[in-house]
Nanobody, 126 residues
Framework: VQLQASGGGLVQVGGSLRLSCLDS????????????MGWYRQAPGKEREFVAG????????TYADPVKGRFTISRDRAKNMIYLQMNSLKAEDTAVYYC????????????????WGQGTLVTVSS
């Protein structure tokens, strides 16, 4: 699996978690990513949805409306890592979170995704 996500777990409403994703293909190939990356999530019984995206150099970020102001996406390009800091978690944030890489330098959407990670489960309990 090229994209390795981690950091999921069980947290109470109002709590925080930080997800991490390693682009191991880049790391072992000793190359830096020139691609936008991001996070999607899929809640039980629902379709997969976009959460956040970040440009190749980190100078541009986008967020889905439900997470704006609570989640922050960032990347450490030298380490081929991206992160998703999730604060003020709500029960409706419960989902499997997937790290994705885009074919483009900017923009993450379903038409541009090149790779999906294996997913990490976030459960927010009330």
């Amino acid at each position: 699996v090229q994209l390795q996500a981690s950091g999921g777990g069980l947290v109470q409403v109002g709590g925080s978690l930080r997800l991490s994703c390693l682009d191991s293909g880049r790391t072992f190939g000793r190359t830096l990513s020139n691609n936008a990356m991001g996070w999607y999530r899929q809640a039980p019984g629902k379709e997969r949805e976009f959460v956040a995206g970040i440009s190749w150099n980190g100078d541009s970020t986008t967020y889905a409306d439900p997470v704006k102001g609570r989640f922050t996406i960032s990347r450490d390009r030298a380490k081929n890592m991206i992160y998703l800091q999730m604060n003020s978690l709500k029960a409706e944030d419960t989902a499997v979170y997937y790290c994705v890489s885009s074919m483009r330098a900017r923009g993450v959407d379903t038409t541009s995704i090149r790779n999906w990670g294996q997913g990490t489960l976030v459960t927010v309990s009330s």
